[in-house]
């Protein structure tokens, strides 16, 4: 007689393989960090050349750290929006912020173009 190991069928197979999906809070946690990131930077670049300008503060150094520390949390914006696109969850969520990630850099080119 045959093995009794061997009649039977195998019925445990593989799962299929889900694509990867992002929580929400995380393009969520981009689109903050973006805003947060551009509000900083304004807020350090408009205070940052009056306080420059004026002389009397001494205190340019706090603006510059805020500026730049807003370009980092825009920055972050940016690669959360993208990793959030390659990875295909939540794309609309992601792209607005990869798109309020992109917005600091957007309003500098502008400067920069306009002052040409």
């Known amino acids: 007689m045959a093995d009794e190991e061997h009649d039977t069928i195998d019925k445990t197979e593989t799962a299929a393989v889900k694509p990867r999906r992002t ?19 304004a807020y350090g670049f408009v205070n940052g050349i009056s306080a420059a ?11 510059i750290g805020l500026f730049i520390g807003g370009g980092v949390l825009a920055a972050i914006a940016i690669l959360i929006g993208l990793v959030g696109l ?30 040409a």
């Open 23 to 41: 929580a929400l809070s995380t393009p969520l946690l981009g689109i903050v960090l973006g805003i947060v990131g551009t509000v900083l930077m």
């Open 86 to 115: 390659v990875r295909g969850g939540h794309r609309i969520l992601s792209f607005l912020s990869l798109v309020i990630g992109l917005v600091p850099a957007v309003v500098i080119l502008l400067i920069r173009l306009a002052n």
């Open 53 to 63: 300008l004026d002389g009397t503060d001494g205190n340019s150094g706090l603006f």
